[in-house]
Each structure stands twice: as structure tokens, then as C-alpha cells.
């Protein structure tokens, strides 16, 4: 691995003091212990960065970059660093200067007539929430489970959130990148000057970017355009409940049909008794012996907090006749399970809670203290066919992986339109070094199990970059390779999140070779 020498890294620091200023740069122990990845199974400090810079402007980013460039000094971009269970804010290597955005929190522009946002990095969800709230302006955000993290951060990432604008990579329309070697570019119709339609038509004229700069190194995004769905007249929640943890392919075989002919355009998710226990109380309070918590013993615990093996939601969003006739047509759907609807509406003018719109919360960060002690967590992602009979096996397979290695299982299975992604949770306790090389051991063997079995992770923690990039073999790695030859030629100096998503520059693959 190249590592920076100090003499270096000092000469970069002093050139970005005079970029940003001298209180916006943090040398090597003041930004290890500000950038660290608190939650891993893992020396919190085993990868904490050498320095860090926090530029305002677009401006202060392009200098950065190119005197970065100029002295080989690997940066690594952060936006609000709130990418919990997949590395949090710290990189993927030792040896980089962390690019904080989180100054550049302006929310540049928002639309009403046309629907859309343009935002900095650092801005929230929390942030564009209250925006809107505050100055009554009638669109709503999509938000995954927390609103901590970077609304820019999160769609680049391909988080997904619970409205029907939930995949939130799809709204993306047109970003501002400063590449590798300090130029500026904007994609789409941004690359028209004066474009009137930059934030409106996700394309242009030739090959499209945006998508190349998701869960990718080839540079420093700055602006985005986002679309944010208008305020719905009303929203109906239909909310049910499984007992048996083999209602399952039941319940993804009613669901399918109503997501493919856009019944439900919101993505339902089917969350595990686990998933619900978890941010109710710690697991103490449910059973205090060790490896995973008995079936039985589940068992007494769900029908005490009344929750069931699966708990889903279908939301359904629009004008009241509408989804009241579409609820009908869902009920119709689910009839043949033994189970009853719990169905609440909302309407516009009511307060926003239980809307269906997301409102600030941290409260899903609740689960990290299921094993008491400091908590940690890793997420793994793998993506299954929209169909019962997989989402049974990925789940029967997963779940008894996680029991073998003294876990329990925590996992949900949130519904796109022809797929679903598998949300499960290695929830540990950082105190037990034990446990957390037993978290290690299973995310690795998780990852070659599912593999051979055709499922792909669609997003990861820092440590496993290499090892899902891997994973993905067509053709001897063709597109890794593809990754590679773009990477080289759109950052020559290698030096913007080397290693993200497994994607080495050249002087770092060769010297790991």
C-alpha cells in the first residue's frame, strides 16, 4: 500500500490552510479520532485518516483537488459521514487526507412548479425537511431509515427510502462533479451552458454520467438535482402482521403483482420480529443466555409486544378514491393469509406524522444497543428475485448462518419493483473482541455463499470493498477491469477514494501486486 510521507502530507496541509483556512484543516490526531468508523467489528482507529480539509465552495474543492493531485495525496470525499453499518465517515485506507463537504450545505434551489431540489453535500434529510416544512412548499423527501446522513451522500450510495420516490439513485437528475484533476463538469443537460432543463430531463446528449458516479471513485460530486414528490391529497396505511416465520413467500408472491402493475408504487418492506424487538428494548429483557435467542423464547416474546415473525406495511399514496380502491384491490390480494389489515388514512392539513412522509428520526439507531455495551453493526445487502420461493431461501440460508455463528438474525426484505433487497444486520457488542471476529468471519463467508448462489450485494461496508468486487467475476472480472481503465483515465493521479467499491487507481494496484 503507498503510504504518504509526513514531510509530504505536511506540505499539503499547509497549501490547503491556505485554500480554506487554518481552522477548516485537522492534522493526524484530530482527524483520526473525527473520522472514525465507530460501529465496526474493528480498532475504530485501524483506519482513521492521516488529515482532513473541509472546503466551502466548489472552488476551494477544485484547489484541493489539484494540489492533492500535485503531490500525490490521496483524498477521500465525505459528505455528512452518517453511512452507519457501511464505514460510517472513515475510509477505506490509512493513508488519505479526508475531503469533508459538510460546510457545503446549502440548498441551492427548490422548485415547486416542476418538483425538485438542488442541494450541496452537506445537506440532510433533516435539513431539506424542515426547508420545506418551514416555508410551507408542498413536496415531500424520501428518507431511509435515520435522517442524519447527506441527501446527496445517500442517492449516491443507492439508499433507498419508503415513498414512491424510495429509489432514491433513480431521482437523481444532474450532477456537479470536480474530477480528479481539478476540472469542472456537469452531466447531462448541465453540460449545456444555461440548460433550462438540467433538473428536468435525467439525460443529455451522448453517454449518460450520472450513474457512473454512484458508489464510484471517479470524483468529487458538488451539486445535485433531485425530484421530490408533491404533497398527496391523502395517504392509506395497510399494516399486517406474520406469526409464522414461513408466511413469508406468502406474502412476497400477493405483493409482486400489485408493485409490477404500480398498484403499490411505494416499496414496502418486510421487516423480522428481531428488527421490531431490537428498537423497543435491549435483548436482555427478552432472554439473557448466550448464542441466539431460542425459538421458543422469540416466541413468548412476540406475543407479549404483540408484534409478529414479519411486520410490512403497504402505504399507498395519492387521491383518497384512488387508494381506496386500490385497497381493496391489496386486502383482495392478501385475502387467502389468515391475517386482517390494521388500514389508518391521512389527510392533507393533518400534521405530517403518520403521513407517510419521513419526518426526523433517529430512532432506528436504536438497534446498535440490542447486546448493550457500545454497539456495532454491519449491514449486508445481497439483492433477491422478487419471488417467494427466493426470498424463502435466501432468508432460511442467511438466517442459518448467522444462528451457526451465535447470532441472531436481523433482517428485512425491502420490495422494488422486480427485486428485493435483503437489509441484514450483524448487531454486536465492541467490547467483545470475540464477537466481533465473529461478525468478521460470517459478513466474509456470507458474501462467497451468496455469491455462489447468484446474489449480488448492491452496497457494503469499507472493509469488504475488495472482496464483493471480487465476487463480481463475469468474463475473469471484465467490469472490474472496465472500472479500472475508467478510473485511470479520469483521475490520472489516483488519488480520489482509492479502493472505493474495489476500484484501484494504477499506482495502486501496482503496488499491491
Not at 465552495?57 to 452507519?84: D, Y
Request: proline fraction near 6%.
Amino acid at each position: 500500500m503507498i503510504a504518504i510521507d509526513t514531510a509530504r502530507l505536511e506540505q499539503a496541509l499547509i497549501r490547503f490552510e491556505a485554500i480554506v483556512g487554518a481552522q477548516y484543516v485537522w492534522r493526524e490526531e484530530e482527524a483520526r479520532h473525527g473520522y472514525k468508523d465507530a460501529m465496526a467489528p474493528r480498532d475504530p482507529m485501524s483506519y482513521a485518516p492521516r488529515g482532513a480539509v473541509a472546503p466551502a465552495s466548489v472552488e476551494e474543492v477544485q484547489a484541493i483537488v489539484r494540489v492533492a493531485g500535485e503531490l500525490g495525496v490521496a483524498l477521500w470525499p465525505t459528505s455528512r459521514g452518517k453511512n452507519f453499518g457501511y464505514g460510517g465517515a472513515a475510509p477505506h485506507i490509512s493513508d488519505v487526507v479526508m475531503l469533508d463537504l459538510v460546510r457545503m450545505n446549502r440548498i441551492l434551489e427548490v422548485n415547486v412548479e416542476m418538483g425538485y431540489a438542488v442541494v450541496e453535500p452537506g445537506v440532510g434529510f433533516d435539513d431539506l425537511y424542515n426547508y420545506l416544512v418551514d416555508n410551507k412548499i408542498p413536496l415531500w423527501i424520501s428518507a431511509p431509515a435515520h435522517t442524519w446522513g447527506s441527501v446527496l451522500g445517500n442517492a449516491l450510495e443507492r439508499g433507498v427510502g419508503y415513498t414512491p420516490y424510495g429509489e432514491h439513485a433513480s431521482k437523481v437528475c444532474g450532477l456537479e462533479i470536480v474530477t480528479g484533476t481539478g476540472e469542472l463538469l456537469r452531466t447531462g443537460m448541465g453540460a449545456l451552458d444555461g440548460a433550462k432543463t438540467w433538473q428536468l430531463f435525467p439525460y443529455g446528449f451522448g453517454p449518460s454520467w450520472d450513474a457512473a458516479f454512484m458508489q464510484s471513485n471517479f470524483g468529487v460530486a458538488t451539486k445535485m438535482g433531485l425530484w421530490l414528490m408533491p404533497e398527496p391529497e391523502h395517504t392509506l396505511n395497510l399494516a399486517m402482521s406474520f406469526d409464522r416465520p414461513e408466511d413469508l413467500p406468502l406474502g412476497v408472491e400477493a405483493l409482486r403483482p400489485l408493485k409490477l402493475d404500480g398498484t403499490v408504487r411505494a416499496n414496502p418492506s418486510f421487516g423480522n420480529i428481531i428488527r421490531n424487538l431490537s428498537v423497543r428494548a435491549p435483548r436482555s429483557t427478552y432472554y439473557q443466555g448466550e448464542g441466539p435467542i431460542p425459538a421458543d423464547v422469540l416466541e413468548q416474546a412476540r406475543v407479549k409486544s404483540g408484534v409478529g415473525h414479519w411486520n410490512f406495511a403497504i402505504r399507498l399514496f395519492g387521491d383518497k378514491a384512488v387508494n381506496r380502491i386500490n385497497a381493496e384491490k391489496v386486502k383482495r390480494a392478501f385475502a387467502h393469509l389468515p391475517y386482517e389489515f390494521d388500514v389508518s388514512e391521512w389527510h392533507r392539513g393533518e400534521p405530517l406524522k403518520g403521513s407517510g412522509s419521513p419526518t426526523p428520526t433517529l430512532a432506528a439507531l436504536g438497534v446498535v444497543d440490542w447486546l448493550g455495551g457500545p454497539g456495532g453493526h454491519l449491514t449486508f445487502s445481497p439483492v433477491s428475485p422478487f419471488t417467494g420461493a427466493e426470498a424463502w431461501e435466501q432468508y432460511t440460508t442467511i438466517r442459518a448462518m448467522y444462528e451457526e455463528a451465535g447470532f441472531d438474525y436481523y433482517g428485512g426484505f425491502t420490495a422494488g419493483q422486480r427485486y428485493l433487497n435483503h437489509i441484514s444486520m450483524i448487531l454486536f457488542n465492541r467490547n467483545d473482541e470475540d464477537m466481533m471476529a465473529r461478525a468478521n468471519r460470517l459478513f466474509s463467508e456470507l458474501i462467497e455463499v451468496a455469491a455462489a448462489r447468484g446474489w449480488g450485494e448492491y452496497r457494503t461496508h469499507t472493509l469488504y470493498y475488495d472482496q464483493i468486487a471480487r465476487s463480481y467475476d463475469y468474463n475473469n472480472g471484465a467490469l472490474r477491469r472496465w472500472n479500472e481503465t475508467v478510473k485511470d483515465a479520469v483521475d490520472p493521479h489516483g488519488i480520489i477514494a482509492p479502493g472505493k467499491m474495489g476500484i484501484w487507481p494504477r499506482r495502486y494496484r501496482e503496488a499491491r501486486a
